[in-house]
């Protein structure tokens, strides 16, 4: 049996192969020069020293790189085997979790497992390779085995600027941006924003001819836009991507690469691409490997403990690029009709039938400890649910569906006391406990206050005149005896017929006869039930025998007011309320026989509300507000003028909104007038009435729910 195996990591995909299991079935024909005869750590401040004892001393600085996503550092040693018997070191310090040694065919690697990303140096001092971690963040400066710092790179201190930043497409349409650092030590930062991936290269320049906004659309892959600028000591990049795409990031020497990979929609998936599997990612070809054979290389990066049955066996040929390893587990699974069961850290591996028929038997066993477990009976005090409620639960009224007890159980309902006395095994009664502890609880109480608002603005004006003439000389009686200024006599009041009129009547000889003397009559109208002033001048000549009457009647009304109404109710969560306040009035009714009968109409202010608390403790309102008012006066009873308002509504605790809202204005003028003689100018205001009116009505509608707060008194 052959197995090739190809590690490869792409991006801050982590790459982590466990070899060592696969040695025993490979012919050792491999022969290195060289081995790893211990490791070593310690803390010094805020580094971390590894020091990396061999058989040999190295020949050069081994290749190494990291990545960001997740953070690890990966360094190569070509043609040396793993002589330290362990392939796992767990660290525990600072930002150092663990370490992974995996010997591979003719060479081995070592995995620093870490918290966040930071940068390292290495030394080759005597037969050791010593790795320092800056835990700090910044520049690692390498140190030897004595902890004294090491120039190992003494001229690039002052080459701190961005080299060069290209663009490539891979084969599968990704896109990858290829940055040239100055140095193998820069620190970057790469996360996502949104639909953006930002990349902060920390304490580096760029130089002019890199501050540059490079489209790449015309590429096919999922990256359109790549902005690079400065950004105070730091450099940052943008890329903006779209579509479905999942990225990744790596390090090889100086050169940082940052990959977009395009996911295709699947339809049949509910996660598209491997965003729903979180494992780290490994790559690997195998021919005719056993299955128990790659579940240990699985076991050993998931560090999860992996059961198999006895019963799983066989071979599998295999390929897989970059896949996470819990979806490496599900294929290899799905191919072999596995199925696997999970407690806690440890994965049980085995057949689906072998599953499935376990499981069969311990639902029978249990079903069977069921029927002969002696059976207890328990009493439950409700507090706040009523007994009934729970008829339908516990089957009382005859309904099996719900039943929640088991076929030897029952219960007893006792209204008087609010008990429920249940007859099951203890595993069924607790369930019962657990039921009635959710649902016997206080609901939340809330209150809820409607406020209407009806305000009107009104004005009126009226103008009108009367004008009379009467020739008394056929009368007798003489003259009324008011004498003036020459021959003319002149009276101004009130009354219609001036002041005369009284003493003129009472010198008449024949009280009969007075003759009508208004051949105008165009009076100022009443408002609201007001009779409109006047003012009277009668022109009489000195026999006071001829008479010009004139009355000039005018009324102008303007007013204002407002109404509020206030209700308010308090009610449970999700539970209706209303509130009614009016009279009631009566109409007639005809029948069929021709007799009438008498019914009677609610005008009422009514105000019904079901309240639903949310989680985030809002409240939802389903609200219905009547405003009714007595109208006209009709033949078979009074009519309602009626005013409603009904909608669901969102309000928060203790706000206030405005339902809704009614602007009704009326804008009248008329002219009442005599023809010709009204159009008269000047004089025709004597022929006519002028009438103006202008009202102005609103009606608002506010509602403010707010939620009860809960009160409870603690006895010990």
Same mark, same amino acid.
């Given at each position: 049996m052959n197995a090739l195996i190809n590690t490869s990591i792409r991006g801050a995909k982590v790459v982590k192969f466990i070899l060592f299991a696969l040695l025993g079935f490979c012919s050792a024909a491999f022969a290195q020069t060289n081995s790893i005869e211990s490791l070593t750590a310690n803390q010094q401040g805020a580094n971390i020293i590894v020091k990396i004892t061999l058989k040999k001393p190295l020949e050069k600085l081994p290749l190494g790189f990291a990545i960001a996503n997740p953070s690890r550092i990966a360094i190569d040693f070509a043609d040396v085997s793993n002589n330290t018997g362990k392939s796992s070191f767990e660290m525990n310090m600072g930002d150092l979790r663990a370490i992974n040694l995996i010997e591979a065919t003719g060479r081995s690697r070592l995995i620093f497992n870490l918290n966040k990303s930071l940068n390292y140096a290495t030394v080759i001092d005597g037969n050791s390779l010593i790795v320092t971690i800056d835990a700090s963040g910044g520049v690692a400066t390498a140190v030897n085995s004595q902890g004294l710092p090491v120039n190992v790179q003494p001229a690039v201190a002052a080459k701190r600027a961005l080299r060069d930043i290209d663009f490539r497409r891979g084969a599968a349409g990704e896109g990858r941006v290829v940055i040239d650092l100055p140095l193998d030590q820069v620190a970057v930062d790469i996360r996502q924003q949104g639909q953006k991936i930002i990349v902060d290269f920390l304490k580096v320049s760029l130089p002019e001819s890199l501050r540059r906004r490079l489209d790449v659309a015309d590429y096919g892959s999922p990256v359109?836009? %790549?902005?690079?600028?400065?950004?105070?000591?730091? /450099?940052?990049? *943008?890329? #903006?991507?779209?579509?479905?795409?999942?990225? &990744?990031?790596?390090?090889? !020497?100086?050169?940082? *690469? *940052?990959?977009?990979?395009?996911?295709?929609? !699947?339809?049949?998936?509910?996660?598209?691409?491997?965003?729903?599997?979180?494992?780290?990612?490994?790559?690997f070809n195998f021919q005719n490997i056993e299955i128990r054979a790659i579940l240990q290389i699985i076991a050993e990066v998931s560090s999860l403990n992996i059961i198999a049955s006895d019963t799983v066996n066989g071979t599998i040929t295999l390929r897989l690029k970059d896949v996470p390893w819990d979806q490496a587990l599900d294929i290899i699974m799905q191919s072999k009709g596995l199925d696997m069961r999970k407690n806690g850290s440890v994965i049980w591996i085995a057949p689906k039938e072998e599953l499935l028929t376990k499981e069969k038997l311990e639902l029978e066993q249990k079903a069977q400890i069921a029927d002969l477990e002696p059976v207890k009976t328990e009493s439950f005090q409700l507090n706040y649910q009523k007994a009934e409620a729970f008829k339908l639960v516990f089957g009382v009224d005859g309904g099996s569906t719900n039943r929640i007890l088991s076929k030897r159980g029952s219960a007893v309902i006792e209204p008087r006391t609010n008990q429920l006395f249940v007859t099951d095994i203890p595993s069924k009664l607790e369930e019962v406990r657990k039921l009635i502890a959710k649902t016997d609880i206080a609901s939340r109480q809330v209150l809820i206050e409607a406020r209407i608002v009806e305000a009107d603005d009104k004005f009126s004006k009226n103008l009108g005149a009367k004008l009379g003439f009467a020739d008394l000389r056929g009368l007798s009686g003489g003259n009324t005896g008011y004498q003036l200024a020459g021959n003319q006599r002149?009276?101004?009041?009130?009354?219609?017929?001036? *002041?005369? #009129?009284?003493?003129?009547?009472?010198? /008449?000889?024949?009280? &009969?006869?007075?003759?009508?003397?208004?051949?105008?009559?165009?009076?100022?109208?009443? %408002?609201?039930?007001?009779?409109?002033?006047?003012?009277? %001048?009668?022109?009489?000549?000195?026999?006071?025998?001829?008479?010009?009457?004139? #009355?000039?009647?005018?009324?102008?009304? !303007?007013?204002?007011?407002?109404? /509020?109404? &206030?209700?308010?109710?308090?009610?449970? !969560?999700?539970?209706?309320?209303?509130?009614?306040?009016?009279?009631?009035?009566?109409?007639? /009714?005809?029948?069929? &026989?021709?007799?009438?009968?008498?019914?009677f109409r609610k005008a009422t202010l009514r105000l019904e509300v079901t309240p639903q608390i949310t989680p985030d403790g809002n409240v939802i309102l389903d609200v219905d507000v009547h405003k009714d008012s007595v109208g006209q006066e009709t033949r078979a009873g009074f009519a309602i003028d009626t005013k409603e308002v009904k909608t669901i509504v969102l309000v928060e605790n203790g706000g206030t909104v405005v339902l809704g809202g009614i602007f009704q204005q009326t804008e009248r003028d008329s002219v009442t007038k005599i023809p010709f003689f009204g159009d008269l100018p000047l004089f025709g205001n004597l022929f006519k009435t002028t009438g103006r009116t202008n009202d102005k009505t609103e009606l608002l509608i506010f509602i403010t729910p707010k939620i009860v707060a809960e009160k409870f008194s603690n006895k010990q």
């Open positions: 359109q836009l %790549i902005t690079t600028t400065p950004n105070g000591e730091n /450099v940052r990049m *943008v890329i #903006e991507p779209t579509g479905l795409w999942e990225h &990744s990031a790596y390090q090889s !020497d100086t050169q940082f *690469v *940052v990959e977009v990979k395009p996911i295709k929609e !699947d339809p049949n998936k509910l996660t598209q691409g491997t965003q729903g599997y979180r494992g780290e990612r490994l790559s002149v009276a101004l009041t009130g009354n219609y017929l001036g *002041v005369g #009129e009284q003493t003129l009547q009472a010198k /008449v000889t024949d009280q &009969s006869f007075i003759p009508n003397t208004q051949f105008v009559s165009l009076p100022a109208a009443g %408002i609201n039930g007001l009779n409109a002033g006047s003012l009277a %001048i009668s022109l009489f000549s000195s026999a006071a025998n001829r008479f010009l009457n004139l #009355e000039l009647s005018a009324l102008e009304a !303007d007013g204002k007011g407002k109404i /509020v109404s &206030s209700p308010r109710v308090v009610t449970a !969560d999700q539970l209706k309320a209303s509130i009614e306040q009016g009279t009631e009035l009566p109409y007639q /009714v005809a029948t069929s &026989s021709g007799a009438t009968s008498i019914f």
